[in-house]
């Protein structure tokens, strides 16, 4: 396996830039945001059913925002849209964190108007990053530079979750206060904007690449609707499943189980070190079972590693649940972005990497709009056993897909050999 990654040796400077972004995200992202954002929400006194609503407006404004993202990456080249972009998520996120300054009546629009404006920056980013990393990487170095985008992000995710756990009670020590006003969390989320600055800068540095001209001469391949609607389906059927928990597991760890702050952030930094371990291997996985056999088995894996969650209310259940779904991410994001690549001609890169980002939105987005109510009706219990469900179905589909097009390909062989 050492030997296998020596391979790194090989990145370029514009390969490397990526990764240095990616990790900046994850820290921010995935790590201080991910932790501390819905429990700042709910300490300006907003419930599930709000933070429900929130995250799915902006991952609807994500969805919408996806093609013409990838179109206007083709049209004025991915670095400038991937540096404006970052530039996007750090204004829309400092604006999110003045609201405070505000009168109390306006809080509810600052908050849905920013936060629309951060998942404008995401499509952004999200669309055009993929398609950057397939031009700048060999075909030799692809599955790798994939695979150590999700160790960084990893890496990076456990380093942000663990300063996430701990800033809050830091800074109530150093400013006084308490861990039930919302001030710790404010302080501490700042750290975002300040990340996404320096995803602008580290993009700016990258090799520009322009995909029009490309693409006018590379294929003419006709468009794959058909591919479209049913990648953008799967993906739909497991973000859906797996974004009941990235919405709520923070507010169900704190709000059902009593779980503290530090702890949240330590179960949010387990969860990045055993996906790591898992990030690590999955370049053999990869080049084995192929990008497609990895993703539906990911897949099933979402629906394992949710049941947990479903049938038990205790913190070591939940903890293991979250901790399997995480590394099985590692493993699903990497082999979802090589199948998504490789199923289509290179013209038709970003528009597939739109679909994805759409699939990922609505899938999101719909698990938390009717994640808030749910849990409020029926408990936390009754939303991840829904999403279990989903995943399920997410993987039911792109096994079938898988056994036709095999059929279909032992007919063509059929045929060619009669």
């Keep these: 396996m050492v030997s296998d990654w020596r391979i790194l040796r090989t990145f370029n400077r514009s390969i490397w830039r990526y990764l240095i972004v990616?990790?900046?995200?994850?820290?921010?992202?995935?790590?201080?945001?991910?932790?501390?954002?819905?429990?700042?929400?709910?300490?300006?006194?907003?419930?599930?059913?709000?933070?429900?609503?929130?995250?799915?407006?902006?991952?609807?404004?994500?969805?919408v925002?996806?093609?013409?993202?990838?179109?206007?990456?083709?049209?004025?080249?991915?670095?400038?849209?991937?540096?404006?972009?970052?530039?996007?998520?750090?204004?829309?996120?400092g604006a999110l964190l003045l609201v405070e300054a505000l009168p109390r009546s306006m809080w509810t629009i600052w908050?849905?108007?920013?936060?629309?404006?951060?998942?404008?920056?995401?499509?952004?980013?999200?669309?055009?990053?993929?398609?950057?990393?397939?031009?700048?990487?060999?075909?030799?170095?692809?599955?790798?530079?994939?695979?150590?985008q999700g160790v960084v992000m990893a890496l990076a995710g456990l380093a942000g979750?663990?300063?996430?756990?701990?800033?809050?009670?830091?800074?109530?020590?150093?400013?006084?206060?308490?861990?039930?006003?919302?001030?710790?969390?404010?302080?501490?989320?700042?750290?975002?904007?300040?990340?996404?600055?320096?995803?602008?800068?580290?993009?700016?540095?990258?090799?520009?690449?322009?995909?029009?001209?490309?693409?006018?001469?590379?294929?003419?391949?006709?468009?794959?609707?058909?591919?479209?609607?049913?990648?953008?389906?799967?993906?739909?059927?497991?973000?859906?499943?797996?974004?009941?928990?990235?919405?709520?597991?923070?507010?169900?760890?704190?709000?059902d189980l009593g779980i503290a702050t530090a702890w949240i952030g330590t179960i949010f930094g387990l969860s990045q070190l055993l996906a790591l371990v898992l990030a690590l291997i999955t370049p053999q996985l990869l080049s084995r079972w192929g990008a497609r056999r990895i993703l539906a088995a990911s897949i099933v894996g979402i629906g394992v590693t949710l049941a947990p969650l479903a049938l038990f209310v205790h913190w070591l259940p939940a903890t293991l649940g979250y901790v399997g779904l995480m590394s099985v991410l590692a493993v699903n994001g990497p082999a979802k972005n090589i199948f998504s690549q490789e199923m289509v001609a290179p013209r038709w890169r970003t528009t597939t990497s739109a679909i994805a980002t759409i699939g990922v939105a609505l899938g999101w987005s719909g698990?938390?709009?009717?994640?808030?109510?749910?849990?409020?009706?029926?408990?936390?219990?009754s939303l991840f056993f829904v999403g279990s469900m989903l995943a399920f179905a997410a993987a039911a589909l792109l096994l079938g897909y898988g056994y036709a097009h095999s059929k279909r390909m032992r007919l063509s062989t059929a045929v060619l050999e009669g």
């Design 22 to 63: 990616w990790a900046l995200i994850s820290f921010s992202y995935f790590g201080i945001q991910g932790v501390l954002l819905n429990l700042y929400l709910i300490r300006l006194g907003f419930g599930p059913a709000f933070i429900g609503m929130l995250a799915a407006s902006g991952q609807l404004i994500w969805a």
């Design 65 to 93: 925002a996806a093609l013409p993202a990838g179109a206007l990456g083709r049209r004025v080249g991915l670095r400038a849209v991937l540096v404006a972009g970052s530039t996007v998520l750090a204004l829309a996120m």
């Design 111 to 148: 908050l849905f108007a920013s936060w629309a404006l951060l998942w404008l920056g995401a499509a952004l980013t999200t669309v055009n990053s993929i398609p950057y990393l397939m031009h700048v990487s060999s075909a030799e170095e692809r599955n790798h530079a994939f695979v150590a």
């Design 161 to 255: 979750s663990l300063a996430a756990g701990v800033l809050p009670q830091l800074l109530v020590s150093l400013l006084g206060g308490s861990l039930d006003q919302p001030a710790p969390y404010r302080y501490a989320l700042w750290l975002v904007p300040l990340m996404y600055v320096l995803c602008s800068a580290v993009w700016a540095g990258v090799r520009p690449v322009q995909l029009v001209a490309e693409c006018a001469t590379s294929d003419v391949a006709p468009r794959p609707v058909g591919l479209f609607i049913f990648f953008g389906l799967v993906v739909f059927l497991q973000s859906a499943g797996e974004g009941a928990v990235r919405t709520f597991f923070n507010v169900y760890l704190d709000r």
């Design 367 to 381: 698990a938390a709009a009717v994640g808030g109510y749910l849990s409020a009706q029926a408990g936390f219990r």
